[in-house]
């Protein structure tokens, strides 16, 4: 992790941070439960003195372009101005006082660690240069396996599915302390993690592999320990998507889903894992925006929905923690109410943190001017101000919100962490067909491998691309393997090039990516198999891809196409390890899809 070219990252000290702060802060550096009537007190003091226009922008997590706070490159300066009306994040807290800040990799913010303890740094200070300066929580996506915004050299882990195909609470637990520690030494203490949805639609296209899996209470002990991981490293973790996004065959990204699920179903399938997050002290909720017409008949998404968030969330669930909106550019929450109104409506349902607004210029005024025109009163405002500022104290940014370089150094991407991730992604890998033994495959017999098949945009920063892995993976293990990327949807001639590409071969490893009957993915496999070569099918996103691959001699699933759980499926296929992972949603037969195929609990070992 050394980087001696790279500046240090150490903020201001703990000193000059409270100063800044105006001395009213000082009270709120100890975290200790002894303190904590006294720093309520304090909270509410602080909230006091606190400006409309302050209490507004704390209710804020908002994007900014750039890798520094103050100087980024010019054409993040440029997407900031066009987007933000603001140049830099220093600029952005200046106008808008933000609370938040959520980081994406296509907004550049994640380049290495060192640079992310940088900006946050940057972040931190330009906000508490202010009067009455706030630390910023500064937060971001980073569920691992499909959904991570920091790659390598941080630890890349296994994805929700894999950790509910492994099983082990313990294992699921030990991912997210890891995770925890390595995102809070780099500054970031929100993590949008664990996805708490029962995925029991195998069309869902948002949810899918970030699910833990389909079964309600299985789903509810993974959440439970992944939020105790979390918190126990000192980042908050955020129970998404609230009431439930698993059972839907439309993104909310690009549409507006509908759960058709009755109350007693609600209850039964979707609420246990939130039951469960609120029961192990969940720092944040994030809303979903989807219409539940059982839990409101009003038509509006949950996100905007006050019988949904105060009434289910808050009272019948008994969570008082902060609730943060999904992203408010997402089409979802858009379709029925213009982009001013979304902001307003949302804290009218009790929501605490506004989540990337298209327009943080046109909501920002939309709640101020609700709050000056009276539909919002301040008393309103001042209650989510307040669990905003509760969470930021319990997390340790009154008392030093800086990143440091040593703790870069002491923790982002160790060999502990790595060496832990490897032993943890080993056990999630599924093995669902097996046919005359094929696996584990012999160097003996079937020493020249082929890899072929799809190679997705990784998910976060990796080495890919997945065929590229694989086969370096089996060539590690003493294979002679060489790699054929055939696409998500190969065309005629690129399926002929691998077919003849196979010939000859002792196997052929395909990397599968969301196979359907009609695809064309389904076609290069039957192709493979039907010049005698064995075929190795690795479903490396949704397992379902099995149920429409009859041709394959062996299948498994390794639930994501991260380096992490690659090369664990490698070491699986050539016996370095045992497979050990069983299914936790179950697959339907491709012919008739009322008909299980293979069960929750199914899986293949030797």
């Given at each position: 992790m050394r980087d001696p070219g790279t500046r240090s990252t150490a903020g201001p000290t703990r000193r000059s941070a409270l100063t800044a702060t105006a001395g009213i802060t000082a009270a709120l550096?100890?975290?200790?439960?002894?303190?904590?009537?006294?720093?309520?007190?304090?909270?509410?003091?602080?909230?006091?003195?606190?400006?409309?226009?302050?209490?507004?922008?704390?209710?804020?997590v908002s994007r900014v372009f750039g890798h520094s706070a103050t100087a980024p490159d010019p054409a993040d300066i440029e997407s900031n101005r066009r987007e933000l009306g603001v140049s830099t994040a220093a600029e952005l807290i200046e106008r808008y006082h933000v609370g938040g800040v959520i980081y994406f990799t296509w907004a550049h913010n994640t380049r290495d660690p060192y640079r992310i303890a940088e900006l946050s740094n940057g972040i931190q200070r330009a906000s508490l240069a202010r009067p009455r300066g706030l630390p910023v929580l500064i937060s971001t996506d980073q569920e691992h396996g499909a959904v991570a915004r920091i790659g390598r050299p941080a630890t890349q882990l296994p994805g929700a599915m894999a950790l509910g195909a492994g099983g082990s609470r313990e294992d699921a637990r030990t991912a997210a302390r890891i995770a925890g520690a390595e995102l809070r030494a780099m500054g970031i203490r929100q993590d949008y993690a664990p996805d708490a949805d029962v995925n029991v639609n195998p069309a869902n296209p948002v949810i899918g592999v970030r699910s833990f899996g389909a079964d309600p209470e299985a789903v509810a002990g993974m959440v439970t320990a992944q939020v105790r991981g979390y918190q126990g490293a000192g980042v908050a973790a955020t129970a998404k998507h609230f009431p439930g996004h698993g059972d839907t065959a439309v993104d909310s990204h690009y549409g507006?889903?509908?759960?058709?699920?009755?109350?007693?179903?609600?209850?039964?399938?979707?609420?246990?894992?939130?039951?469960?997050?609120?029961?192990?002290?969940?720092?944040?909720?994030?809303?979903?925006?989807?219409?539940?017409?059982?839990?409101?008949?009003?038509?509006?998404?949950a996100t905007l929905s006050h019988p949904i968030?105060?009434?289910?969330?808050?009272?019948?669930?008994?969570?008082?923690?902060?609730?943060?909106?999904?992203?408010?550019?997402?089409?979802?929450?858009?379709?029925?109410?213009?982009?001013?109104?979304?902001?307003?409506?949302?804290?009218?349902?009790?929501?605490?943190?506004?989540?990337?607004?298209?327009s943080i210029e046109v909501a920002w005024n939309a709640v101020l001017a609700a709050v000056r025109g009276g539909e919002l009163t301040e008393e309103r405002l001042d209650a989510s101000v307040l669990r905003v500022l509760r969470l930021k104290r319990k997390l340790g940014l009154f008392g030093d919100p800086y990143a440091s370089r040593g703790g870069v150094d002491r923790t982002v991407g160790t060999r502990a962490h790595l060496e832990r991730a490897a032993r943890i992604a080993e056990r999630t890998t599924t093995l669902l067909v097996n046919e005359r033994r094929l696996l584990p495959l012999s160097r003996r017999t079937h020493r020249d491998v082929l890899v072929v098949g799809?190679?997705?945009?990784s998910p976060s920063g990796t080495d890919g691309p997945p065929t590229a892995v694989l086969a370096g993976a089996l060539t590690g293990l003493g294979f002679s393997a060489t790699a054929l990327s055939t696409g998500t949807a190969p065309a005629g001639e690129t399926v002929d090039r691998a077919v003849a590409?196979?010939?000859?071969?002792?196997?052929?490893?395909?990397?599968?990516?969301?196979?359907?009957?009609?695809?064309?993915?389904?076609?290069?496999?039957?192709?493979?198999?039907?010049?005698?070569?064995?075929?190795?099918?690795?479903?490396?996103?949704?397992?379902?891809?099995?149920?429409?691959?009859?041709?394959?001699?062996?299948?498994?699933?390794?639930?994501?196409?991260?380096?992490?759980?690659?090369?664990?499926?490698?070491?699986?296929?050539?016996?370095?390890?045992?497979?050990?992972?069983?299914?936790?949603?179950?697959?339907?037969r491709a012919d008739d899809p009322a008909r299980v195929l293979y069960p929750v609990g199914y899986g293949l070992t030797y």
């Open positions: 550096a100890t975290g200790t439960t002894a303190h904590a009537a006294s720093a309520d007190t304090t909270l509410r003091a602080l909230v006091a003195r606190m400006t409309l226009a302050e209490k507004v922008g704390q209710l804020f507006f889903p509908v759960i058709e699920h009755t109350k007693p179903q609600w209850t039964e399938l979707d609420a246990p894992p939130f039951r469960a997050a609120v029961r192990a002290g969940i720092d944040s909720v994030m809303t979903a925006h989807i219409m539940v017409p059982a839990l409101d008949p009003s038509g509006d998404p968030l105060t009434g289910v969330l808050r009272g019948e669930l008994g969570y008082d923690g902060v609730v943060v909106t999904d992203s408010l550019a997402m089409e979802g929450v858009r379709t029925k109410y213009g982009d001013d109104r979304v902001a307003v409506l949302a804290l009218k349902a009790g929501v605490d943190q506004l989540l990337n607004p298209p799809a190679d997705p945009a590409a196979a010939g000859g071969r002792d196997a052929v490893v395909v990397a599968t990516y969301n196979v359907t009957a009609a695809g064309t993915q389904k076609t290069l496999v039957e192709r493979l198999a039907a010049t005698g070569v064995p075929v190795i099918a690795v479903a490396i996103r949704n397992p379902y891809d099995v149920a429409h691959l009859p041709g394959a001699t062996a299948c498994l699933a390794a639930y994501s196409w991260t380096d992490v759980e690659l090369r664990a499926a490698a070491r699986v296929i050539a016996g370095a390890a045992a497979p050990r992972g069983k299914l936790p949603v179950p697959v339907q």
